[in-house]
Structure formats: structure tokens, C-alpha cells
């Protein structure tokens, strides 16, 4: 595609319920990351996977997140049982991966809320 | 986890006036980025620098890097009103460089408003 791609853009969800996030990256990109982004703060690491291989999933704040790219493209974040305090921006990045200094796309990103 | 720091947090200037942003890591890295984020909208890639460079442009911006001092700044020059945003370094970690992961650690960012 054209860019990297996220959905939902906006999500609510009452506390307790597990929500999914996708990220359709770049059409060939081999990295694909998760960011988690708070109101005036920079991007935290989450996860990193190397085609279908998560490689890095040192970020995950809990067992309650997980992460999966099972076919090496479209990537899903799972939050289980979420709390308040999950809520914030979710972003999804890839990068061809070929030459490790390579820039990163980034997606517009999920805004999650749990009430 | 947050890398370091960008200074200043916020800066204000009027249109046309150059503006230098900060920003201080604390590992050893293989490259440092530069990200712009407009009000709402995504984050997109600026420049690049590699640990051996001192100095890299790309049109209005300058970036440096001094890896003794752990810093690098990004001037933009002949600044406009559409260059608002807020501006994030990023670096790669040669732990993770060399482990293939490359995952990018970002600052806390430095907001910046052009004045028309």
C-alpha cells in the first residue's frame, strides 16, 4: 500500500474487555514495530518483529499485551482485560530492514480509550 | 523505555528566525534520528545520522551529532509557520543494531511554534 495502515483509528472500550489493533505495514517492509504514545510524550517501544519472527518484545508493559505477524505482513496487538491506564495512541511502524539504518514509516496510529 | 532528553521543551520563534533543538542520549548507538510530528497526525522521518558523521543537511535542516558529548541538535533554518510541530531524536542502540532488531528509543520531544 500506499503507507502503513492502522484500525481501527479510534477505539473505546470499557475496561476489562481485550481490543485489536492492526497495522497493514508497507508492501514489502521486512521490520514492523509497536509504539505506545501518551499525551506530550515521545513514542515507547513495544515490540519488534522481523518478518513473522518477533525478534524484541522487551516493551510489553504485561502479559495482558501480546503481538503477533503470522504470514510476515499484517501485524495484530491484543491488549486482554484492559485497564485505564492503557489508554493512549498505539502506533505501528515498518522499515525495509534490508540495511538496518533505515527510516521508519509510521502509521497514524489507534487512539485507545478504556472507560 | 526513554532514551533521554531533548531541550528545550518548547520553543516559540517568528517566522523567517532559525530554531536549534537538543537532544542528549545516554548508550552507545549505532545512528540517531530526527522525527516530526504535526498536531494529530503521524510521525515522519527527517534525517539520518550514523555514529562515524558529524554533520549531515537535508534542505533547511542541519543536524549534528557529537558522541563524546552523548548530543546532538537539528537546526532549521529560515523557519515557517508550517514547520509547527513537535520534533523527537530517535537512536538505535548498537546492542540492538547488532542483534538485527534496530528498534528506534525516542526522547521526550520539543515543541515548536512558528510564529506567521
Known amino acids: 500500500g500506499a503507507g502503513v495502515s492502522q484500525s481501527p483509528r479510534y477505539k473505546v472500550t470499557k475496561r476489562g474487555q481485550d481490543v485489536a489493533l492492526r497495522c497493514d505495514p508497507i508492501s514489502g517492509h521486512v521490520s514492523l514495530y509497536w509504539y505506545r504514545q501518551a499525551l506530550g510524550q515521545g513514542p515507547e517501544f513495544l515490540t519488534y518483529?522481523?518478518?513473522?519472527?518477533?525478534?524484541?518484545k522487551s516493551g510489553l508493559p504485561n502479559d495482558r499485551f501480546s503481538a503477533e505477524r503470522p504470514e510476515g505482513s499484517i501485524s495484530t496487538l491484543t491488549i486482554q482485560r484492559t485497564e485505564q491506564r492503557d489508554s493512549a495512541m498505539y502506533r505501528c511502524?515498518?522499515?525495509?530492514?534490508?540495511?538496518?539504518?533505515?527510516?521508519?514509516?509510521f502509521g497514524q496510529g489507534t487512539r485507545l480509550t478504556v472507560v | 523505555s526513554q532514551q533521554g532528553e531533548e531541550d528545550p521543551q518548547a520553543l516559540s520563534i517568528q517566522e523567517g528566525e532559525n530554531a536549534t533543538m537538543n537532544c542528549s542520549y545516554k548508550t552507545s548507538i549505532n545512528n540517531l534520528q530526527w522525527y516530526r510530528q504535526n498536531s494529530g497526525r503521524g510521525l515522519v522521518h527527517l534525517i539520518l545520522?550514523?555514529?562515524?558523521?558529524r554533520e549531515k543537511h537535508s534542505g533547511r535542516l542541519r543536524v549534528t551529532l557529537d558522541t563524546s558529548k552523548k548530543s546532538s541538535s537539528l537546526l532549521i533554518t529560515a523557519s515557517r509557520a508550517a514547520d509547527t510541530a513537535s520534533y523527537f531524536c530517535?537512536?538505535?542502540?548498537?546492542?540492538?543494531?547488532?542483534?538485527?532488531?534496530?528498534?528506534?528509543?525516542f526522547g521526550q520531544g520539543t515543541t515548536l511554534q512558528v510564529k506567521p
Open positions: 511502524a515498518s522499515s525495509r530492514g534490508t540495511e538496518r539504518n533505515t527510516e521508519a514509516f
Open positions: 530517535a537512536t538505535v542502540d548498537w546492542k540492538d543494531w547488532s542483534s538485527n532488531t534496530g528498534k528506534l528509543i
Open positions: 545520522i550514523r555514529s562515524n558523521e
Open positions: 518483529f522481523n518478518y513473522e519472527a518477533q525478534q524484541d
